[in-house]
């Protein structure tokens, strides 16, 4: 048992060292390998599973909104990515430039993609002519590329993956409500799919996207108290159409700019599972995220029969992601690996149980033990997915909440940050000024202009002048 | 119906002009748009559409055999990628390098991945120390690049989309056994799913991967009598292993290298489903692969009671990939439009249709037109499209056979390729003068050396030595 043990032990306690924690347990759930590629990660089958798992079931949700996947270059020469000025000074200094093909030099440079508006406003102004033709509801899947000086397995990566919608619409009007209905499918997949809580807002214009006119965000709380920006929805209006000249005609003939919208979610939110689910036996997985969601653990593995039962069962349970571990190993090495990789359920199965037609369930959220009957072994093992899918929900919004306090002046917002770190909600007055100094003196920046803003007091936080708006304010990832 | 008919007659027809044919159907059928980075194509959602599927069945066989899907970095540094000598004289010419992030320059250019042997090594090194950690049967599901002079919608791009696996094995039995048990994916893939029958075969040493000790492949004949190389499954041996230093301790506690593959499958399969299938009204989608199987489009739909019938239809169909095309246009235009992007089935219904309980079912692929009774729909569709799936196998087999020439002397196979453009089935003496000189002589080359060769005569065809090998012969994309 020493050595089943050490298993665990190797990883630092989230309370000790919170960093080198999210650090080992990447590792030792063998979630990435680093790679020869400064600030680039290998993502290792079981981190891969996890999004694959992401990837599929956010797809349906885009596709039952009626979006279309494409294919966009992973190229975007330097002309066209100029094309939007605030958008290229946004985004210039953090690419990466392909300059020579082969042995040739290029006339001109083409940077690796960091977002690819600049390739879908292209596009759209070829085939987008007549009202006919909108909207336009185009999602990608991708790889991109950002030149990150410090970088953090899946929370900043050089290049990481991700989606990246890009909408064209008749209207203003449309365009924002395209807008706020992608942020609302972030919102559900990370509450229903993942088990985080979110607060949904508008960011400040400060934290605004390079080139939009409105950003909302959906932010989440890890267990160290910061902040994570979880997924972005922006809404154009139509200063891209009108930087590359996308028009179309009208009922009445008449030639109109369309209004766009770009959001996307990335890897960074298997980072966002693990720090909010996490504890320190390792990754927790939600069910309905988790490549194995019943590890099928046999004991006393050399006598008749079990190995044949953990299989049966196995086969019984095949409407879930089951995995039995036949390996050499110690039951109790197999234990920890398990609750280090994040299964929600472990089933053990030895003699004794075969004899009393009995298995045991081990919850990975809670650590409970439940002899169960093999008879109803499906509906037991369904019921409880579906128990620990809720109650990691409802154990990250007790901890959002806990961790989430009300300031009126800066000394409350400091004590705030230093006895509870977490989000502080406080007035804002709406100048740039207040916001910078706040991040100078506290660290921390403002995550967004909730949907639901409450009336914590009549004047700024910062300046005192009279308020316009509540933010959560927090240190962030 | 002057409109309608210009909507196919303004694709040209492909005995004029084959090139030209392939372009007017990959644009017309919205597969693919141009854009503004050279030789980089944009997938359009009906092209991204035929991809997913094809991701998704294939993906489903790599899982079915073992594999595991993970995510290597774009970038490789030029270090790495020159660690394997044939390797780096093989694709240093044709890559794309980064030289600059943001505004800095790198110590060290990275290329963008032409392929990514390398880096699978890197890591491979990394997490293989024991013969319990073998077999690694790993795939990625990635963009590349090569950077190419003369480029082609889905035949030949800069940026292409593939899956590439690569796997690691204690012996060289084992890595060989993968390397043809891939290749028969292949074969199976591209038969079963996309009905394109293919020669199965071994490279010769000229056609070889840099880098393997052996290379096989599928290789398919396209409508002009062009072979296409459909699938490539190589067995590199020990040779990365020892240029990257990757062992594994065997069972009797000795240091071994491993033996690895690699195998690869892109969008270029595109290419080979339209022009094995596609004719002069535009695409012909096997059913498998159709991203709509059934359209149904309504005939007199302002009639009351057509258009919930269609829906009516639509519903109970669900088992299948199908559409209700309500738009305003005609239903000619319609019946142009839907024979253009190559569905499968159309599915017309009118109020004579619906006074008599029947629908017209029309096939893509032979254009015969059916009346079935309402009541048993969802059996008639299954089983047509089953038979078309069928047919199209059919079909594309009886044209390469007939296609497929023997030749014994160059006269003999020049006449062939003047005649029947095809294959030429040709003995050859294994030197690469002779490959050379056919090349030389008649623009094809060695396609492969098939698994089941044939005697067609004693002597080499170029040079008249001992024939050592029966080799399919042809010019090729």
């Known amino acids: 048992m020493a050595k089943d043990k050490k298993f665990v032990e190797s990883i630092t306690d989230m309370e000790v060292d919170f960093p080198q924690w999210y650090t080992d347990v990447v590792i ?3 979630l ?51 094309k939007e000025k605030d958008h290229v ?11 020579h093909g082969g042995d040739q030099e290029l006339t001109e440079r ?35 590329v950002r030149w990150e000086k410090t970088t953090r397995p899946f929370l900043r990566t050089t290049e990481f993956l991700w ?18 209905r992608m942020l609302n499918v972030y919102a559900d997949f990370c509450e229903n799919i993942l088990s985080i809580p979110v607060i949904k807002g508008q960011k400040t214009e400060k934290e605004r996207f390079a080139g939009a006119k409105a950003t909302y965000t959906i932010e989440s709380l890890m267990h160290d108290g910061k902040a994570l920006q979880s997924g972005t929805s922006h809404n154009f209006g139509d200063g891209f159409a009108r930087a590359f000249g996308i028009q179309y005609t ?13 959001w996307g979610a990335t890897t960074r939110l298997i980072g966002a599972i693990i720090m909010v689910h996490g504890d320190n036996r390792g990754l927790v997985l939600p069910p309905k995220i988790a490549p194995i969601q019943v590890i099928i653990v046999p004991i006393a593995m050399q006598k008749g029969g079990v190995l044949e039962k953990a299989n049966e069962l196995k086969d019984r349970l095949s409407d879930f992601r089951v995995k039995v571990d036949d390996s050499d190993k110690t039951p109790g090495w197999k234990f920890s690996e398990y609750e280090m990789k994040g299964v929600p359920i472990r089933l053990e199965v030895g003699p004794k149980d075969i004899e009393n037609n009995q298995v045991v369930l081990v919850r990975r959220d809670t650590g409970d033990k439940k002899l169960v009957s093999m008879d109803n072994l499906e509906d037991e093992v369904a019921s409880l997915l579906d128990e620990i899918q809720h109650n990691l929900f409802v154990k990250a919004t007790e901890r959002l909440n806990a961790k989430t306090s009300v300031a009126t002046d800066m000394t409350e917002f400091q004590d705030a940050l230093d006895d509870n770190p977490g989000f502080v909600k406080a007035m804002w007055c709406g100048d740039q000024a207040c916001e910078d100094e706040i991040k100078e003196l506290t660290g921390a920046t403002s995550r967004c202009i909730p949907f639901e803003e409450e009336h914590i007091s009549d004047t700024c936080v910062c300046c005192g002048k009279k308020a316009k708006h509540m933010v959560y304010w927090a240190k962030a990832y």
């Open 250 to 262: 009208d009922k009445n003939n008449e030639l109109q700019y369309v209004h766009q919208t770009s």
């Open 163 to 180: 989606q990246e919608g890009h909408t064209a619409h008749a209207t203003q009007e449309e365009s924002e409500a395209e807008t706020i």
């Open 28 to 30: 030792k759930a063998e």
């Open 110 to 144: 083409l940077c690796v993609r960091p977002t690819s508006e600049t390739l879908f406003c292209d596009h759209y102004k070829n085939i987008i002519h007549s009202y006919r033709d909108l909207p336009k509801l185009y999602n990608q899947w991708c790889n991109v």
């Open 89 to 99: 000074e946004g985004f210039a200094p953090e690419v990466a430039w392909v300059t």
């Open 32 to 82: 990435v390998d680093y790679s020869s590629v400064k600030g680039c990660m290998i993502i290792r089958p079981y981190g891969y599973a996890i999004w694959e798992l992401f990837q599929k079931q956010m797809d349906d949700m885009f596709k039952a909104t009626g979006h279309e996947n494409v294919y966009m270059p992973v190229f975007i020469p330097e002309s066209l990515l100029q």
